[in-house]
């Protein structure tokens, strides 16, 4: 007789495991087709109350969940290949499921990266969801965070700080925006936008790259720490929206947080001067914007920021961190 989980499995997530390999989801293990390429493998959880509120919306956690595993992807340069899923849950509750289900497997399809298998327990809660994805690259070419080197231009794709612009506006913040700026900003905070299309540019012609995921600032300085490199940045170079700039406009001292805030999603990347322009238009073809906002430079110290006079910005909190 089928149990409670295998009842779930077969409501709500065999219709995700279109791959052969994942085998219906009936067996404890999936097959992924082998290939010539690389194999990337990247793992993150989302908790309840950590990295998404009680009040968010099941399509939002669902696209969430998965998307900030597809922005690693991104910036290896890997094309996605499947996902294997954790669900651990306080109770089954139908009304959260559903269309947490049909979302996940609406980016599933919407990304090519199918459901290949996983898990479900109970848990006592809070609610804990993790993705385990899967790429590939051609082999010896997956991009990566440790071969940054002096010289190299300092490139970020998309806006910088909208999300920890949106979460401080679910928290409570006050701020005189435009309904449309609040909207926008708490919507970058709900759902990622990964980076796949700049895969392949970042393959070809980035010589280091990672997703900035806690933080510009922070995930920076672990770049150039790896790298063993530093890096002097222009903060007035670093990609706004026009929400963000709204936002900063009523309260200057945010800015803190928005090179801080982290769950932004967005690729950072360490280009030699001579693939600069082949980078920038490689990501023009591919719709996505792309701003150079430092360099990095021989030695062992902390990036440094700069104001538009050229003085020192002092961060006091570089990223978020779990510790």
Not at 55 to 76: F, T
Not at 216 to 226: E, F, R, S, V, W
Request: proline share 6%; charged share 20%.
């Amino acid at each position: 007789m089928p149990s409670g989980e295998d009842d779930l499995i077969a409501r709500y997530f065999k219709p995700l495991a279109t791959d052969p390999g994942a085998l219906g989801l009936v067996d404890d293990a999936a097959v992924l087709a082998a290939s010539r390429d690389d194999l990337v493998l990247t793992t993150d959880a989302i908790v309840e109350g950590v990295h998404y509120l009680p009040g968010d919306p099941p399509e939002a956690i669902a696209r969430k969940a998965l998307r900030v595993n597809l922005s690693d992807l991104a910036a290896k340069g890997a094309t996605p290949a499947g996902f294997l899923l954790t669900l651990a849950l306080p109770k089954v509750d139908e009304a959260f499921l559903g269309p947490f289900a049909a979302a996940l497997g609406d980016d599933a399809a919407t990304f090519g990266c199918p459901l290949l298998g996983g898990d479900t327990v109970s848990t006592p809660g809070p609610m804990m969801i993790s993705v385990t994805a899967l790429g590939r690259v051609p082999p010896g070419r997956m991009v990566r965070r440790n071969t940054l080197r002096a010289g190299d231009r300092i490139v970020v794709s998309g806006t910088i700080g909208d999300a920890a612009l949106g979460l401080d506006l679910l928290q409570g913040a006050r701020a005189n925006i435009a309904d449309e700026h609040r909207a926008f900003l708490i919507d970058r905070y709900r759902v990622p936008r990964p980076r796949l299309s700049l895969a392949q540019a970042v393959r070809d012609h980035a010589g280091a790259a990672m997703d900035v995921s806690d933080g510009l600032a922070g995930d920076l300085a672990k770049m150039c720490t790896a790298s063993g490199v530093t890096a002097i940045l222009d903060a007035t170079a670093v990609p706004l929206s026009d929400a963000a700039r709204a936002m900063l406009a009523g309260e200057p001292a945010k800015l803190a947080r928005v090179l801080g805030g982290g769950d932004d999603y967005e690729v950072l990347c360490g280009v030699a001067p001579g693939q600069l322009d082949l980078f920038l238009a490689a990501a023009q073809r591919a719709g996505d914007a792309l701003t150079v906002i430092g360099s990095a430079e021989a030695g062992t110290g902390a990036p440094r920021w700069h104001d538009a006079e050229r003085r020192d910005i002092s961060l006091s909190a570089l990223s978020y961190s779990h510790f």
